[in-house]
Every structure is written in structure tokens, then in C-alpha cells.
């Protein structure tokens, strides 16, 4: 069964320190969304993106963030300058169309901010 | 604004007991709903959802919820747990207007005792 992937599985940086993380979608989908977990609570809406633009972005996806689909595959969630309270799950997921599509969901990168 | 609150951050069953794990939402408009387990260190899995057909909605693992729109509700059971049925279990709602865009409960934490 297709799936989707997403490296690093963990990753650690210094504050302020620029990230990349990146999701391997379902091949045949359309929209891309990214989703974070800090410890303890719940998994938070950052942005959804299709047809190669951000469809929508919550409060959290500021400034610092942005996403990109640069070879057609991979979907990636850079963050510029990290903070401390980024530390979270952060979760790709895919799906064909909307609404009521299901969204798959990657294992998630864990990202730990020093 | 959509919202989803799940009752109970933890639920105990003994293996073979009924699970039931409750989910109410808030929505303005006819919502989509879902419920996603996760496994430890892995991604989050659809087990079921509801898009406005029927109101019973049965899923993988032997999970089922009902949508119950006089009650704001949508809870998940499963007749006789077992001891893979141990996860956190999150249910989320759509809108159609907000392409796609899931808003999850805290989510729940199911043991099972053998």
C-alpha cells in the first residue's frame, strides 16, 4: 500500500538555526498539508497547499515558515530561524482531493530545538 | 469556529470489555468527521469517517462510530477490545468550505488489561 515518507525522523538544532523538513507524498495526490504535535498536546493545523500554493495557513505558519514542492515529489516545511517553542511532531499528510478525502498521514519528524 | 473535544486523555478496558471513547464537535456547518489511531512511533491511521451518508459508520479493527447531529456527537466503540486496540485515538472535523483543513481533539489514550 502506498505510503507517505518523511525525513529526517529526528532532528536537533540550535536555536535560531534554519530547518528543512521533508515529506514524500502519495504519488497520485494532490494536497499536501502540514500538521505539528507538540508534546502533550494536540496535532495543530500549520498549512495546506495546492496546485503549487498555499491554499491556507493557520496562526502558528508565521513569517518563519514557508513550503515548497521544488521537483514535482518531495514537499518540504522550512523553518528560517527556530525557536525553542517549535520543538513538536511535525506531520506531512496527503490526500487526493479534499473535504472528504482521507488525509494520509507520515510518521512525522521529531524536531528538537536546543 | 469548528472545535472537537474528546472526553477522557485516558481510558482503561479490560481485554474482551466494550470500548467506548467520545468525541463532540462544534461546527457551523454540516462537518466531516474522522477518527485516527496512532501507534507509538508511527503516523496517524484512518480508522473511519463519516461524510454525510450514513449515520453508522463502521471502520478497520472492528471499530465503529455513530453520528448523532441532535447531540453534537460522534463517539467510537468497538465491541470487545484487545490488547492491540492499546493507542491514542484522535478524532477531527472538516468543513467543506475549508479545504480540507482537520481539526483534532486532544486526543485519547486507550490501555487494555489483559
Known amino acids: 500500500e502506498p505510503e507517505v515518507t518523511q525525513t529526517p525522523s529526528h532532528q536537533v538544532t540550535q536555536m535560531g538555526q534554519e530547518v528543512i523538513l521533508r515529506c514524500v507524498p502519495i504519488?497520485?495526490?494532490?494536497?499536501f498539508y502540514w500538521y505539528r504535535q507538540i508534546l502533550g498536546q494536540k496535532v495543530e493545523f500549520l498549512v495546506s497547499f495546492y496546485n503549487n500554493e498555499i491554499s491556507e495557513k493557520s496562526e502558528i505558519f508565521d513569517d518563519q515558515f514557508s513550503v515548497e514542492r521544488p521537483d514535482g515529489s518531495n514537499f518540504t516545511l522550512k523553518i528560517r530561524s527556530t525557536k525553542l517553542e517549535d520543538s513538536a511532531m511535525y506531520f506531512c499528510?496527503?490526500?487526493?482531493?479534499?473535504?472528504?478525502?482521507?488525509?494520509?498521514f507520515g510518521p512525522g519528524t521529531r524536531l528538537t530545538v536546543l | 469556529a469548528q472545535s472537537v473535544t474528546q472526553l477522557g486523555s485516558h481510558v482503561s478496558v479490560s481485554e474482551g470489555a466494550l470500548v467506548l471513547l467520545r468525541c463532540n464537535y462544534s461546527s457551523s456547518v454540516p462537518p466531516y468527521l474522522f477518527w485516527y489511531v496512532q501507534y507509538p512511533n508511527q503516523g496517524l491511521q484512518l480508522l473511519l469517517k463519516?461524510?454525510?451518508?450514513?449515520?453508522l459508520v463502521k471502520g478497520i479493527n472492528g471499530f465503529e462510530a455513530e453520528f448523532k447531529k441532535s447531540e453534537t456527537s460522534f463517539h467510537l466503540t468497538k465491541p470487545s477490545a484487545h490488547m492491540s486496540d492499546a493507542a491514542e485515538y484522535f478524532c477531527a472535523v472538516t468543513e467543506g468550505n475549508q479545504g480540507g483543513k482537520l481539526i483534532f481533539g486532544q486526543g485519547t489514550e486507550l490501555s487494555v488489561k489483559p
Open positions: 463519516y461524510t454525510s451518508a450514513a449515520t
Open positions: 499528510a496527503t490526500g487526493y482531493s479534499t473535504y472528504t478525502d482521507t488525509q494520509y
Open positions: 504519488s497520485n495526490h494532490l494536497y
